[in-house]
């Protein structure tokens, strides 16, 4: 059975949007840690903002050690309501909200299946209780505002925190399995 990993990068107060504010503190040690992540996975699954946004940047992404041809040749997997003709090794998943179609992904023996950014995905799967790892990396910004991971009125999720590294420019990756994975 495949987990559903999801790789959010936040701020302080838990703003995950627009994450141009990751800049000045990505590193070597962040990177490594992405690297594993993606290496770790067989397929992306993405909701249609982000998968839009990364399919106009990384296939003009030079590749250095292997993440950019990674991140082009792994299978994605995207969720939208109006989204119509995936390109970049893209498929759509059926249905309003994909729920069941990601419950039958997770059936499939292959490996884990990474999520990155995807609010609104991220957030109806946690309700779902179909994320089973978080790897929050938890930038030292405050922004006051913005589109938060955790939206307010989400049921409860009981996490496990099972890691935690900090890197040198001081963002901490924590991670945490849900209870019960």
Do not use: C
Request: charged residues 15%.
């Amino acid at each position: 059975m495949r987990n559903i990993i999801a790789a959010i990068y936040l701020t302080l107060d838990g703003v995950m949007e627009h994450p141009a504010w990751t800049g000045p503190y990505f590193n070597d040690e962040l990177g490594a840690a992405q690297h594993r992540l993606l290496f770790e996975s067989d397929a992306l699954l993405l909701g249609r903002v982000t998968y839009q946004g990364f399919a106009q940047a990384w296939p003009n992404v030079p590749d250095t050690d292997g993440f950019a041809n990674r991140m082009n040749s792994l299978p994605k997997y995207v969720t939208s309501r109006t989204l119509t003709t995936p390109e970049w090794n893209a498929q759509l998943l059926p249905g309003p909200d994909a729920t069941e179609a990601v419950r039958q992904l997770k059936q499939q023996p292959s490996g884990n299946l990474l999520l990155y950014g995807s609010g609104a995905l991220a957030d109806t799967l946690r309700q779902h209780d179909l994320i089973d790892e978080y790897q929050l990396m938890v930038f030292p910004v405050v922004l006051g505002q913005g589109q938060r991971f955790f939206r307010e009125g989400s049921a409860p999720t009981d996490l496990q925190l099972v890691g935690v590294q900090t890197t040198s420019t001081g963002v901490s990756i924590l991670t945490y399995r849900r209870v019960g994975s």
